[in-house]
């Protein structure tokens, strides 16, 4: 599957802390159909057997909505499942060891905190950079915040695609206007609200608003 800028726009991260009454799979049904254009699953505490089996039911959604689906860092559960690829971060095998395994077909994105790391990551065939965090977010708290002049300065330097993470939500993320992003990714302001839903929609305009054409 190819990743364009569209698909980009608005980029939902799991995270089962806020499950309630829904299932993690309903929960991703309801932000699909309200607006996101990218899932990727991350799970951190779980064996493979449980994150395999967890990734197929997520995988089943995605393809009914033709919606991108990629796995945070477990490369082998992302072959299982035959998702559509993979995130890594800098501390995870490089892009073109990644490649190697996966084929040329899958997406892979990484994470990058400076102009170099996206630099690179882009020469190395990734499909996408992640770039955060923007703001303080409670999600990740050992996260180093970059500032939007360094986030700028890396949408100018690379071609590929670039979204915006960490911190984001409907209170924030106008500051994000004419920063050359191609989509904002998001986790806590999605998952976290009683209505995920409306919470996506809205954020999916706000995306809208601050994504040049």
């Known amino acids: 599957m190819n990743v364009d800028r569209k698909s980009m726009l608005l980029y939902a991260i799991t995270d089962r802390t806020w499950l309630g009454t829904h299932s993690l799979k309903e929960q991703v049904e309801q932000t699909i159909q309200a607006g996101a254009t990218f899932v990727q699953l991350r799970e951190k505490n779980i064996s493979n057997e449980e994150f395999v089996k967890l990734a197929k039911e997520i995988k089943e959604v995605t393809d009914v909505y033709k919606i991108p689906f990629v796995i945070n860092d477990n490369i082998r559960v992302a072959q299982i499942v035959d998702a559509d690829g993979v995130h890594i971060g800098q501390e995870d095998m490089n892009v073109k060891e990644v490649r190697k395994i996966l084929g040329e077909d899958k997406i892979i994105g990484v994470s990058a905190q400076t102009v170099e790391q996206a630099i690179q990551a882009q020469q190395e065939g990734a499909d996408y950079i992640g770039t955060g965090a923007v703001f303080p977010t409670s999600t990740k708290k050992?996260?180093?915040i970059i500032s939007l002049d360094i986030l700028k300065k890396i949408c100018q330097r690379v071609s590929i695609p670039v979204v915006a993470i960490g911190g984001i939500n409907e209170s924030n993320v106008m500051k994000l206007k004419d920063i050359g992003i191609s989509g904002i990714s998001v986790i806590s302001a999605i998952f976290s609200k009683p209505d995920?839903?409306?919470?996506?929609?809205?954020?999916?305009m706000l995306s809208e608003q601050i994504v040049e054409e």
């Open 142 to 144: 050992d996260a180093d």
């Open 196 to 204: 995920i839903y409306s919470a996506t929609k809205n954020l999916r």
